[in-house]
């Protein structure tokens, strides 16, 4: 919390919400808060009694079946239990539907106000879709799935590009109480088919192919070649989005969306669910190989993504919000699908690319739907960037008030960029720090409420106490001017409730490595007013232009291929991407890459094998090929000394005198160099 008074901190260089924020808001709208003293004192009531005020919140924004009788359980522990180290439970007794929240009630009051605007690849072949169209063609599809023999609890793998369908297919689920599993749709088959098993999920739905960037991506093939190790896959409904008529097909388990859903009345009522049955699975990359089924539950999710959406981005009704993330990812789940309508306000749904057909796609959106909030990765600011302020002066944007940044820390240089040339100094830029595993976000600044600085997320929301602590002794980092691990001290109502069939694991990952907190693997600093800055991964997670990789998972990729003996992959900096992946490869045979061609040859086709066990966006940057790694005397690869190498600190590669082959590391500094 900020330890200076509010003008203090603005005269040493915070800044203000510009005034053009008020201007732009919606006339009429009456403010949520009055000004940052309200947070600092909403905060203070959210952290002293969660229990109450989350209750208090979730009886005010969520509509429910049944009211629920604990706000919380346990009721008298409001940090985690060091022992138990268990996740609280929120609203317990409670029962409600998520897609009652998100389209019918506002459907009821306002059937004909747009929820959906679809952007397709191709400009001017979107279409908007009301709440009370929504509606129906939610009903129809549940119903399908319920003929499929859905039921409540169940997963649905779901694999589709950023269409209006994806959203419908996602609330189609909810509304039976099943569980939805979104796959990426950048993954390879192998990477579905390990997602559909780990979920158990009986049913995929996809789509025949997708367009991006005016590429065509063949959806239909890659879910066919996956179900060939999935046998209790039982059927796979398919949208027609392009219509070419050579996909494959499998009579009896494959149906057309198009002609199931006429097939059904539009409207069925939905299925109330208890406030802690599982809302949706999310697979995330963490420090082993192997995937995490995040599994987030339903009222504290929903709250999480209302709460942060209406105050973080200041969301009124009348507001468009455009998150330019993918469904497949959790910023598509919060901020395209759930946060805004859950707000009962409209969301872009964009299909293509910022590149495609040029480097002005989303300024042309801006101003072509008036979008009042844009929500972006900073890797997509950096491209833009660079492609020149020409690409969006000529738009009309002065219909933005918040201008969202996430997925890694935001450079001065690109916050100036997107104030000055997307903003024009009248939006509010709110730098967003979350995870797949929080939910929502968790340190934010309030638009329109809150002193920034560039870079840096600022101030917790609502019910998160942040701690930073010591990586080596695990004690927490008392006052300001602190750097160490990020934790938080007490749970909140949209934490992840456990990785799916294995809370073990999910113990182990978040609440035992620092016992009594959430641990959320990135480093951190609060600064002397009490700024928290994100300072990155500290484990063996990379993220690449706001993917989020998992090295390990890279490197079990890389093993499949004959020829290699091992690999060790590193994240490094990378303009463009923000980090870029490094694979570090031994091959059991030497002397297979004395030749350049052949060494050539070998690498492509080490990229071929990452693009194919993981998905194209998980292909390293560089491969080098070496003799042998660095190993401590227990076999232990060091890492480090290859991140040093990479960022040309071959000067400070610390203490080597455990390494069991302290020759190899001229070895690497030479194939670096002549890489
Ligand atoms: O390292 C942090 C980074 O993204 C990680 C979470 O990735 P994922 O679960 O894929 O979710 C991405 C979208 C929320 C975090 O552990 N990260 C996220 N937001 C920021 C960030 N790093 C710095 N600044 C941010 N605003």
Known sequence: MPTKDL???????????????????????????????????????????????????????????????????????????????????????????????CVDRHALLNPNKPAIIYEADEPNEGYI??????????????????????????????????????????????????????????????SLRDRIIDANSKIVITSDESKRGGKIIETKKIVDEAL??????????????????????????????????????????????????????????????????????????LLGALLTTKYVFDVHPDDILFTAGDVGWITGHSYVVYGPLLNGATTVVFE???????????????????????????????????????????????????????????????????????????????????QTETGSHIIAPLAGITPTKAGSASFPFFGIDPVIVDPVSGEELIGNDVEGVLCVRNPWPSMARSIWNDYNRFLDTYLKPFRGYYFTGDGAARDKDGFYWILGRVDDVVNVSGHRLSTAEIESALIEHHLVAESA??????????????????????????????????????????????????????????????KTRSGKIMRRIMRKILAGEEDQLGDVSTLSNPDVVQHLIDVVKSN
């Open 129 to 190: 879709l009301t709440f009370g169209e929504l509606l129906k063609k939610i009903c129809q599809v549940s119903q399908i799935l319920k003929q499929l023999g859905v039921k409540k609890g169940d997963t649905v793998a779901v694999y589709l590009p950023m269409i209006p369908e994806a959203i419908i297919t996602l609330m189609a689920i909810v509304r039976i109480g099943a569980i939805h599993s979104v796959i990426f749709a950048g993954f390879s088959s192998a």
């Open 228 to 301: 060939k190790q999935c046998p209790a896959v039982t059927n796979v409904l398919v949208f027609k989005r392009t219509g070419n008529s050579h996909i494959p097909w499998t009579k009896g388990r494959d149906l057309w969306w198009h002609e199931e859903i006429n097939k059904y009345i539009p409207y069925i009522p939905p299925t109330a669910v208890s406030s802690e049955d599982p809302l949706f699975l999310l697979y995330t990359s963490g420090s082993t190989g192997k995937p995490k089924g995040v599994q987030h539950n339903t009222a504290g999710y």
């Open 352 to 434: 293509g690319t910022p590149a495609y057909p040029n480097y002005s796609r989303y300024w042309e959106i801006v101003d072509k739907y008036k979008v009042t909030q844009f929500y972006v990765a900073p890797t997509a600011l950096r491209l833009l960037k660079r492609a020149g302020s020409k690409y969006v002066e000529n738009y009309d944007l002065s219909s933005l008030r918040t201008l969202g940044s996430v997925g890694e820390p935001i450079a001065p240089e690109v916050w100036e960029w997107y104030n000055e040339f997307v903003g024009r100094n009248n939006a509010h830029i709110c730098d967003t720090y979350w």
């Open 7 to 101: 003008d203090l901190l603005l005269r040493e260089g915070a800044l203000q919400p510009p005034k053009g924020f008020f201007e732009r808001r919606p006339p009429n709208s009456k403010p949520f808060l009055k000004n940052f003293d309200e947070y600092l004192k909403l905060y203070k009531q959210s952290i002293d009694d969660p229990e109450k005020f989350f209750s208090q919140m979730a009886i005010e924004n969520l509509s429910w079946s049944k009211k629920f009788d604990y706000g919380r359980l346990p009721t008298n522990e409001k940090i985690f239990n060091k022992e138990t180290c268990d996740a609280a439970a929120w609203f317990v007794g409670g029962e409600l539907n998520a897609c009652y929240n």
């Open 569 to 630: 992959v590193v994240g490094f900096p990378d303009e463009l991407t923000g980090s870029a992946v490094a694979a570090f490869v031994a091959l059991k045979d030497k002397s297979l890459y004395s030749d350049d061609d052949n060494a050539n040859d070998i690498k492509k086709q080490l990229i071929v094998t990452v693009r194919k066990e993981i998905g194209p966006f998980a292909a390293p940057k560089m491969i080098l090929l070496v003799n042998d790694l660095p």
